[in-house]
């Protein structure tokens, strides 16, 4: 058959009629099928093609191999799960619910927002903010007399943002949305084991497979995570997931291949037992009933890494003011975080230091 590229196969309008001869989607249906009851290496094109009847060169006239067969199933499997109940914010934006704005500038979390990108906003020049030079080049007071006011407008505009992203995150409870969008994923692999099963770094994404991962980015986004943090955490919670179904994969199969159930597996292992009488933390810790009810893998792993990624948010959006006179200042992305709002806030902030000496 004639190139097809591979992302124009998953990304394909939807089949006209399916009782319509042999099209992609019933292709993909029969691949799912066969997964299902196989496993991912039960699955070859000939035993898709004698579920729906045809032969497997038929195959091939619309979908080119196995591996853009598996693409076209992780899409399509990943497209049953439910539509979010909330919509998470997009990236960026934040819609604060009645009464944010009027939370305390000192207890609103500064959002990286706040910070205008143009140099003559985040940054005016000490001429401007200070009021100009005296006739010798020597500053005049008028510019620090002058900061408690000007800074106090832009204390309210950075307050207003920042109670705007604390407002966000207690109203749309990140949290809660971002371990139900974990367990819809547990959920959809549990039904279909295969998923785990896909390896490697370079399959390619369908539609639905974007649509959860912007979900997901949009959560985490929303929680008030840097760009890349966000990033990150997403393909960590993303790694966690497809890890502790791998190994549910891994125990099935072994149960299948050797007919012994995990547990009486394990319990026949009484050579091995009676040789780690040598080692004592493994010793008090069974005696101490450690491994009579341990905590569900997944359970535990999804707490932690929950719990984790809200010390990240908290520490991401905790409370910075100038040392000056008490704006609000945007958390550093990089580099030394900021301990004055303005070039005029640190010529204060010197010249106090050398009155004190």
């Known amino acids: ?8 196969l998953l990304w394909r ?15 993909v249906r029969a691949g799912i099928e066969v997964a299902d009851a196989e496993g991912l290496s039960g699955l070859s094109m000939r035993k898709v093609a004698e579920r729906l009847g045809f032969t497997t060169m038929s195959l091939y006239r619309h979908v080119p191999s196995r591996d853009h067969l598996v693409d076209l199933m992780r899409d399509t499997a990943i497209g049953a799960l439910p539509p979010p109940a909330t919509s998470a ?56 007399d002058a900061v408690p ?12 943002k920042a109670a705007e992203r604390v ?27 295969w998923l785990a099963e896909i390896r490697g770094t370079r399959h390619l994404p369908g539609p639905n497979a974007v649509a959860v991962y912007d979900r997901l980015l949009g959560i985490l986004s929303g929680a008030g995570l840097a760009p890349a943090r966000t990033v990150a955490a997403a393909d960590l919670l993303g790694r966690f997931v497809d890890a502790e179904a791998l190994r549910l994969v891994e125990v099935a199969a072994a149960e299948r291949a050797s007919g012994v159930g995990e547990e009486e597996w394990w319990g026949a292992r009484d ?23 341990p905590a569900d893998p997944f359970e535990f792993g999804l707490a932690r890494l929950l719990d984790s990624i809200e010390l990240l948010v908290g520490d991401e959006t905790c ?13 550093a992305m990089t580099g030394r975080p900021r301990a ?18």
């Open 149 to 160: 006011a000007r800074s106090a407008e832009k204390a309210d505009t950075v307050a207003a």
């Open 13 to 27: 309008d939807a089949d006209g009629d399916p009782r319509q001869g042999l099209s992609v989607d019933a292709i």
């Open 89 to 144: 914010p997009p990236l960026g934006t934040f819609a604060p619910p009645p009464g944010a704005a009027a939370l305390s500038r000192s207890a609103a979390a500064p959002s990286p927002d706040a910070a205008d990108p143009t140099p003559s906003a985040a940054a005016p020049s000490s001429r401007s903010r200070a009021g100009g030079t005296g006739a010798a080049g020597e500053e005049t007071d008028e510019g620090a």
């Open 1 to 8: 058959m004639a190139y097809v590229d591979p992302v124009e």
């Open 319 to 331: 409370d910075e003011t100038c040392g000056v006179c008490g704006t609000p200042l945007p958390g």
């Open 271 to 293: 050579s091995l037992y009676e040789r780690l009488s040598a080692y004592p933390v493994v010793t008090a810790l069974w005696e101490a009933g450690a491994w009579d009810e």
């Open 340 to 357: 004055y709002c303005s070039r005029a806030c640190r010529q204060r902030a010197y010249r106090e230091r050398r009155a004190r000496r």
């Open 167 to 193: 407002g966000v995150r207690a109203a749309g409870g990140w949290r809660e949305e971002l371990e139900g969008c974990l367990r819809q994923s547990w959920e959809l692999r549990k039904r279909h084991p």
